[in-house]
DNA sequence: GTCAGATACTTGACATCTAAAACAATCTTG
DNA sequence: CAAGATTGTTTTAGATGTCAAGTATCTGAC
């Protein structure tokens, strides 16, 4: 095993402005995909409410529904949209008022309740989502197809990475 | 000028499914940026909660307070939140009440209110801050330095291209 | 069987956010 | 200088978000 020798006086202060200048680019880099996501989603929601007097939030959760017609517990939906289960129960609550969703009982749990879109409710849902796919292709159009992927690996590292570090 | 021949029955098939597999790869790329801010901004938050007992608005008002020591308009932090001015005027509220920053008048204005740091409210700053940076330093440390930079340039430029686009 | 602990959801108190209207001060224009 | 437009802020109503506490149900050890 090989000593290392005690660092000088101004290795040390290398170290430090190396440190403080790793962690001002990582805080660049943060603040930059914060203002990218936020523009994008106050975008799509101002045309989510012009357009169907609806807001991100219900078109989300929505969404999950699509892709299950079987329908989702609360807790599944809390799950998917990264929100806690009182706030599902919320956008479900005015959503059900809406006549979109509707609260079906669990078979074997009757703690929980499913959750699942009315046909209505899916027709809307289809309606938005063609469009909505539309908004997202014309916002990211700054990007070809080249950088659209390599940006989509990146943020899949950074995610991996999150897994590891956050929680 | 040449002519184009009017596409072939297959050819409007491909160019149908081109379209709708851009968009499908164009909403992966949002949903992935969606994520990864989510992941990011909701373990901030906890943390920032558990550890100074303040919250990620709070923290971004205080964040730019801290950059313009002469103060700034609620006009101006709206601006640079990207928030409502009655958003601004809500937090800002808070933070008074607890003494972290003050209104002052504009000499020249007397519309405007100018916001500013307390000593109290700067000190508190501070030490979040370089914990805060440690943080984002953390939490982004599954991307390697080239591939910050990387991810830095692809967001400025979709960032740009959301300048022309959205609004 | 029963009872303690875990699980699923709802509720309540509060902070954040928006859009829209109200207010107040300033600027512009004649 | 006065009328009207503009600007800066606050207020209001409603939706979204958190955490913590409460209710109902399920599970498993005894």
Chains 1, 2 share one sequence.
């Not at 930059?32 to 929601?45: D, G, K, V, W, Y």
């Not at 919320?90 to 009982?105: A, I, K, N, S, Y």
């Not at 879109?117 to 063609?130: E, S, V």
Request: one cysteine or more; a neutral charge.
């Amino acid at each position: 095993m090989t000593t290392r020798p005690a660092p000088t006086s101004d290795e040390r202060i290398a170290q430090f402005h190396d440190e403080h200048e790793h962690e001002r680019e990582a805080l660049r880099v943060w603040l930059r995909l914060l203002s990218c996501t936020t523009l994008i989603e106050n975008e799509i929601s101002t045309r989510l409410r012009r357009e169907f007097a609806t807001t991100l939030p219900r078109f989300d959760l929505m969404a999950q529904l699509a892709r299950s017609p079987n329908g989702l517990t609360m807790g599944e939906l809390s799950q998917r949209l990264m929100v806690t289960g009182g706030n599902v129960t919320g956008v479900t609550d005015t959503l059900e008022r809406d006549g979109l969703v509707e609260r079906l009982p669990m078979p074997n749990d009757r703690r929980a309740r499913i959750v699942r879109l009315t046909p209505n409710g899916k027709a809307l849902f289809d309606r938005m989502a063609a469009v909505h796919a539309g908004w997202v292709e014309e916002l990211i159009s700054g990007l070809g197809e080249p950088e659209r992927r390599e940006l989509y690996r990146l943020l899949g590292q950074l995610k991996r990475g999150l897994g590891a570090a956050g929680g």
